[in-house]
């Protein structure tokens, strides 16, 4: 039944009745309504891309900054997850219960990772009013526990107003071997990257395609694409064509690009005449996490400058090769005549990421596995950067280069090179001015109260029976064609992992208090003011100068912090937050039974090995003497461990953050029959740096058949989302052993069970039986 009233006539008889349509018509867009098109990066910092000043070629960017605007003081949380439910709601992140990303949620209402029904999104708002609503790449904006086959799907797309979702739920993901989502259930990709496979082509093709369909059966229904690719994110992965295009140009080092880009940003008057550039360390020694530091670039070695280099060759190459593939959407929209009455939003969710340490990393879950990188070890795959076989991250100094002028980079939301990102803007009807510079100050909040203003629409004060929050943001439709006109923005609050910041009226006032780095401990936090307007490096401080507005600013963050959620602030380390238990709909247990033919387990609702004794157990029956392939899978070849048979013998293959050479069991040759087949891990320390060091036994039956020493990851295996696969691999291959998928044929698989138990592994046909029994 719909909302309005049935004003027909009903008798008895329908010859007798009126109908009354009305009230069952889906509504309708106004005639003329824009398309919107969202094109939301990772990782890009003010100084990356050509428009902007930078180094790197955006042709696709650049045509729509050639019929649009650029903003020079476009604003984000400093972190993805954040920004990116800023883009769905319009409200600050706390209100959205989004504090930082969704692995690290807290049970507090600024920071439980669920978008509240109090927050209508933009999808939800368009599809009620008449657009259709897609959404494709990244997600990241569904609690880790909810990322599974049979979780809830209350946080995902669909459920947030999107008709169609194409692409991935986590934080990141391989660019070549992908962890796909199609609307509500997990997918396999369709083709591999021997066959040409890219993540960034497969979601513009997608994205054609949505159109497409939709234009076929509704051609006058406007539409809302969020496209998200995985760019600029790691693993930093693209085609070797583009990123060859780059040998050399980044050789200079860090620094020097800094001192390039700055002129070419003042040139193209993006920043303004006199604008200064901030160190490239400019925190204190005692509050400077020691991940986050730069190494000057006369300090390295002519391996370390060559190999720091390539990096940002790789990340250059990622950025453009993706802008070139955004290019083909943008010319199909061109060619069918729908550009010209498509609002285009074309840009980043915070600035560049400085999680590859200062040395860099071809392995970025080494990160987050707090386990340090070995020059010698990444020289080797120096060549092979942005291909299949890394999983890269430039180093720190890269991300301070690509956020000049300002301080700092991603996570640092105090400062601007966390916060300040590059803002696009394009809808060939609605603005009349071309190719020029607005510097009104704006947030990413502002998005959302952009597109409701354009198309004349409001958020309601209740929806679907829930009082909503009010709006954080301002319109930025005032400033298409008022080039001075002041911005609407009176003040806007910062927090991420125990920074804090806060711009009012042009002042700035930043609490310097680096995440991870300090316990707490924030009332010693020293306080720094910069006049943004006058200067936007922020760049001098005038705490000393003017403590009565410095004063007055930090009782305003506090005023925004009660009233957005924003307590407690949470500044633990990387670990000790990816790891604090939270609420599941499963709870943990210590026997886990798998089944062939199921989608992957993610690791977020998988059974967890990390740092304890574990067994994994397979009723396996071979019938043909060839029998080959993946028994238990999980991870991918950055970091996982699987079960699998080859050349008539059982592997267990532990790859501990794909450092060479694997850990590798092997069993006898096995000839046709039943079998219980398994291992199993004994804990029997930690290492230096977290790693569980022990003995594995592998079993054939109750025979051990293989031992030895191992040792396990500290952290997870990816946040990628490789999940536990039965009798195959999706993805990446977690060992050199096999192929991708590696079906298992030639035999058959019952189950698999992990145990994690404390008992000892004394009868192993009898603890599989028993795991199998209690399923």
Known sequence: MGTKAFKGVIKLDVRDSTPDWEPYIPKRAPKGAPNILIVLYDDTGLAAWSPFGGAINMPTAQKLADKGLLYSQWHTTALCSPTRSAFLTGRNHHLNGCSAITEAANGFPGSNGRIPEQCATIGQLLQDAGWSTFWLGKNHNVPEQDVAPGGSRKEWPLMKGFDRFYGFLGGETNQWYPDLVEDSRFIDQEYGPEEGYHLSKDLVDKAIGMIKDQKASNPSKPWYLWLCPGANHAPHHAPQEYIDRYKGKFDDGYEAYREW????????????????????????????????????????????????????????GFSEYTDVEVGRLVAYLEDTGQLDN???????????????????????????????????????????????????????????????????????????????????????????????????????????????????????????????????????????????????????YYAMFGTRGVWEDGWKASALHAPFARKGQYDKDAWELYHVDEDRSESKNLAKEHPDKLEALKKAWSEEAERNLVLPLDDRTAGEILMTPRPAEEEARERYVYYPGTSPVPEGVAVNCRGRSYKILANVEITDPKCAGVIFAHGSRFGGHTLYIKDQKLHYVYNFLGIKPEQTFVSPALKPGKYTLGMEFIRDSAGKLGESLGKTKLYVNDKVVAEGPMKTQPGKFTLSGDGLCIGRDSGDAVSEGYTTPGEFQGGTIQAVAVTVEQAQYLDLEKLAAAALAVD
């Open 342 to 492: 498509t609002l285009v939003f074309y840009c980043a969710d915070n600035g560049a990421s400085g999680e590859g340490t200062p040395n860099g990393s071809v392995n970025e879950n080494k990160f987050f596995n707090n386990y340090p990188d070995d020059l010698a070890e990444n020289m080797k795959l120096i060549d092979k950067l942005g291909g299949v076989d890394t999983y890269g991250h430039f180093p720190t100094g890269w991300a301070v280069a690509f956020s000049t002028p300002f301080q700092m980079f991603k996570r640092y939301s105090q400062f601007a090179g966390g916060t300040c990102a590059p803002m696009i803007v394009s809808w060939p009807k609605g603005i009349k001015a071309k190719g020029q510079v607005r510097h009104q100050y704006h947030h990413c909040v502002d998005v959302v109260p952009t597109i409701l203003d354009i198309c004349g629409l409001e958020m309601p004060k209740t929806y679907r029976g829930v009082d909503q929050y009010p709006l954080s943001g301002q319109s930025m439709r005032y400033s298409f064609d008022q080039a001075d006109a002041p911005t609407p923005k009176k003040r806007q």
């Open 261 to 316: 880009v700055l002129k070419r940003m003042i040139d193209k008057g993006v920043m303004p005449k006199g604008t200064a550039l901030t160190p490239i360390n400019p925190l204190p020694e005692d509050v400077q996490a020691e991940a986050d530091h730069v190494r000057p670039w006369a300090t390295l070695n002519a391996e370390e400058k060559k190999l720091f280099a390539r990096m940002a060759e790789v990340y250059a």
